[in-house]
């Protein structure tokens, strides 16, 4: 089997084209991604929700008006902690945050990652229309919307290119039949063959080469779990993979240790589909909070602490259960009461290893 090829996006160069998915909150933090990196990949920060469990937020703030106010500067200072962490940990490897479109603080986040010497901005849950102008001093930051559709990364390329004369410098392209976490698709929309990456990665390319002109790397997301997977990507016509769910079970993944071996002993069939207050159905694992989720119990947490996403059907409509704490209470351990994230791929890891075993048994 040839090596795999070096990847770059904007100014960086990774050794190899693997990109760690961003997931939050606080599964992929600056241990991981410092991991990734030191290791010839590319590791990324999840900047959701950081301050939620830092010493800079107090969560019994009686007042909500101060409470939201303090949630969002604690976000912010608890980004700057992690990004400089993960660059103590990696001093040349190459880092970045990914930061959701739909979250309130999006834009302090994107700016406060792009001012701390971030290398990459990647944006999800909604498409980045201003991000270039969140970075426009740093133009030595590569920005990375991701999509699950060639309509979507034209709309960016036209829209990037008339208002701020440039280009996206990569697109993550998402299987929404495989990825772990949030969907790019509507529920009914899942399974259609036309969102495979055999249809949409050839397709962007295509579009990229030909109309746009530009040799902006496409990254496939979304199922991709090992060696025969990253070819298969690569025979596509991507430029690299990202990667997520593989990466929990490792020693460096941020989560607590309860979460990880959640994963560890998941099986295929407890990969669910389940809907979120953000208005996109979701993949996760099956586990207590899951099967009340799925049955719409009236026991699940409804309140609103954060004000924390632009559309929130718990906050504005009482549906469903407050993502935040759902996530954070996953993150710290608590399985069972917790939302676990999870792609497709769930089940298939046999040990916990080290970040450098894993990326050198998918670049061997």
Not at 23 to 38: E, H, P
Not at 112 to 126: D, K, R
Not at 154 to 160: A, H, Q, S, T
Request: with cysteine; charged share 20%; net charge negative.
């Amino acid at each position: 089997m040839p090596p795999l090829p070096s990847l770059q996006i904007g100014q960086h160069l990774a050794r190899y084209p693997i990109i760690q998915g961003g997931m939050g909150i606080r599964i992929s933090g600056a241990q991981l991604a410092a991991a990734v990196a030191n290791a010839g990949g590319i590791g990324i920060i999840s900047a959701v929700a950081l301050g939620l469990n830092s010493p800079y937020f107090d969560i019994n703030q009686p007042n909500s008006c101060k409470r939201r106010e303090q949630f969002f500067e604690s976000n912010r200072l608890a980004l700057i902690d992690e990004i400089r962490k993960a660059r103590t940990l990696s001093p040349n490897g190459i880092l970045g945050i990914n930061a959701m479109v739909v979250a309130q603080d999006y834009e302090t986040l994107a700016r406060t990652a792009a001012e701390e010497g971030i290398n990459l901005i990647i944006s999800g849950a909604g498409l980045p229309l201003q991000l270039p102008e969140y970075a426009a001093a740093h133009p030595e930051v590569a920005l990375v919307p991701i999509v699950s559709s060639t309509r979507a990364a034209r709309i960016m390329c036209r829209k990037w290119e008339r208002q701020y004369g440039r280009l996206p410098d990569a697109f993550v392209v998402e299987n929404p039949n495989s990825a772990g976490g949030h969907l790019g698709a509507k529920l009914e929309e899942l399974g259609d063959r036309a969102l495979e990456a055999e249809q949409v990665i050839p397709e962007l390319v295509t579009y990229l080469q030909q109309e746009v002109g530009q040799a902006i790397p496409v990254i496939a997301a979304g199922g991709v779990w090992d060696r025969a997977d990253i070819e298969r990507m690569l025979a596509l016509g991507a430029s690299g993979v990202q990667i997520g769910t593989r990466f929990i079970t490792t020693d460096e993944c941020d989560a607590d240790i309860r979460y990880k071996e959640f994963h560890l002993h998941a099986k295929p069939d407890d990969v669910v589909i389940i809907s979120s207050p953000v208005g996109m159905p979701g993949r996760a694992l099956r586990n207590a909070f899951v099967e009340k989720a799925i049955a719409g119990s009236p026991d699940l947490e409804k309140r609103c602490l954060f004000n924390c996403l632009y559309a929130c059907k718990c906050r504005d409509e009482q549906q469903y259960y407050c993502i935040v704490q759902a996530l954070d209470k996953a993150a710290q351990g608590d399985i069972e009461n917790g939302l676990i994230f999870s792609g497709s791929n769930a089940g298939r890891a046999k040990h916990m290893i080290p970040v450098a075993e894993l990326m050198a048994e998918l670049v061997a």
